[in-house]
T-cell receptor, first 113, second 111 residues
Framework: KAGVTQTPRYLIKTRGQQVTLSCSPISGHRSVSWYQQTPGQGLQFLFEYFSETQRNKGNFPGRFSGRQFSNSRSEMNVSTLELGDSALYLCASSSPGQGDGYTFGSGTRLTVV | GESVGLHLPTLSVQEGDNSIINCAYS??????FIWYKQESGKGPQFIID?????DKRQGQRVTVLLNKTVKHLSLQIAATQPGDSAVYFCADFGGSYIPTFGRGTSLIVHP
């Protein structure tokens, strides 16, 4: 079956702009989580959505937001981009049981210049 | 949870050797565990999982061992190949939909 699909794969944005990243989970997976990964900080949890509701939230500023649609696809948005937002953004999906098959996408590499 | 930062422990092996990568977890309530492989610039790849009602599970060239008594998880890779070179980390789920990630180990396979 198809894995977790993230688009786009690469993005270059300018400071102050905003960006929207997309994640399509594995079919049947209803939980979608987002992470930011940088060499210095490792995997940092952003938020998790389940049934269109944000169920868990990490410690990121309000510039980072997300949503989930009725088909479980999710988007995250970063407004007023800063240089420090340059990172690999990953999403992971899992089936209704806690963590079942927690699978990551290939990520979106965001570069802010 | 966090993982995969700089200054990771490194395991260097020769091609064909068996590799053992270890992971300690702290939550005694954790009941589901996953091992991931992450190559540079790519997303973590699901390798194998195990539930707490098992102490061993085998996949293709990989075996995961779980010791709940000492809260320890290991990943064994048989006949390691250069393509196995990557960062490996574990994740555990204990009463939360969000995993706690292990620190990660960098595996280097020499031809």
């Amino acid at each position: 079956k198809a894995g977790v699909t993230q688009t786009p794969r690469y993005l270059i944005k300018t400071r102050g702009q905003q960006v929207t990243l997309s994640c399509s989970p594995i079919s049947g997976h209803r939980s979608v989580s987002w992470y930011q990964q940088t060499p210095g900080q490792g995997l940092q949890f952003l938020f998790e959505y389940f049934s269109e509701t944000q169920r868990n939230k990490g410690n990121f500023p309000g510039r980072f937001s997300g949503r989930q649609f009725s088909n479980s696809r999710s988007e995250m948005n970063v407004s007023t981009l800063e240089l420090g937002d340059s990172a690999l953004y990953l999403c992971a999906s899992s089936s209704p049981g806690q963590g079942d098959g927690y699978t990551f996408g290939s990520g979106t590499r965001l570069t802010v210049v | 949870g966090e993982s995969v930062g700089l200054h990771l422990p490194t395991l260097s092996v020769q091609e064909g050797d068996n590799s053992i990568i270890n992971c300690a977890y702290s939550n005694s309530a954790s009941d589901y565990f996953i091992w991931y492989k992450q190559e540079s610039g790519k997303g973590p790849q699901f390798i194998i999982d195990i539930r707490s009602n098992m102490d061993k599970r085998q996949g293709q060239r990989v075996t995961v061992l779980l010791n709940k008594t000492v809260k320890h998880l290991s990943l064994q890779i048989a006949a390691t190949q250069p393509g196995d070179s990557a960062v490996y980390f574990c994740a555990d789920f204990g009463g939360s939909y969000i995993p706690t990630f292990g620190r990660g180990t960098s595996l280097i396979v020499h031809p």
